[in-house]
């Protein structure tokens, strides 16, 4: 299969030095105490979070705050139309890295026995749902107020 066509386009008609098209929307809900909505070329993602709020006695930890996260991917977001549970092995292993990721963003030393939880949902998959889901995450996380660390 040709990754570039005779004009020098890919499949999706960028150039072989274009980004993907970016767009992203702050506070597309009100339940939660942060939410973003991002768009990375066609692919599509939402998140939420909720927190901080008192973590459960067997989660607390009183020297820093515990990031919950989960991530999904909607059963329409790929051209494929399997089923996709939340814990199928490939959401487990996002669910780690994206946690992973956040812990290390957040100045989780600030919110001590307390738990912050991250819900991503990938409404859309074109390639990039790693880099689009933690995009959204930190905006979720900034428009929850949530500290972050500088880098």
């Not at 990375?40 to 607390?60: D, I």
């Not at 989960?70 to 089923?83: H, I, L, N, P, V």
């Not at 549970?85 to 919110?111: C, F, N, V, W």
């Amino acid at each position: 299969m040709e990754l570039l066509s005779d004009e020098g386009l890919r499949l999706d008609g960028r150039r072989s030095n274009e980004l993907r098209r970016i767009q992203c929307k702050l506070g597309v809900f009100s339940q939660p105490d942060g939410s973003a909505y991002v768009e990375q070329g066609n692919t599509k993602v939402l998140a939420a979070v909720y927190g901080p709020h008192q973590a459960p006695p067997k989660k607390s930890n009183h020297e820093e705050c515990v990031v919950n996260c989960q991530y999904s991917m909607a059963t329409f977001s790929t051209g494929e139309r399997k089923k996709r549970p939340r814990g199928d092995r490939k959401s487990q292993e996002m669910t780690i890295h994206l946690q992973q990721a956040l812990s290390a963003a957040i100045k989780t030393d600030l919110y001590p026995k307390s738990q912050i939880d991250v819900y991503i949902e990938v409404l859309m998959a074109d390639g990039g749902n790693y880099c689009a889901s933690v995009n959204a995450a930190t905006l979720a996380l900034i428009d929850a107020g949530i500290c972050l660390k500088e880098y």
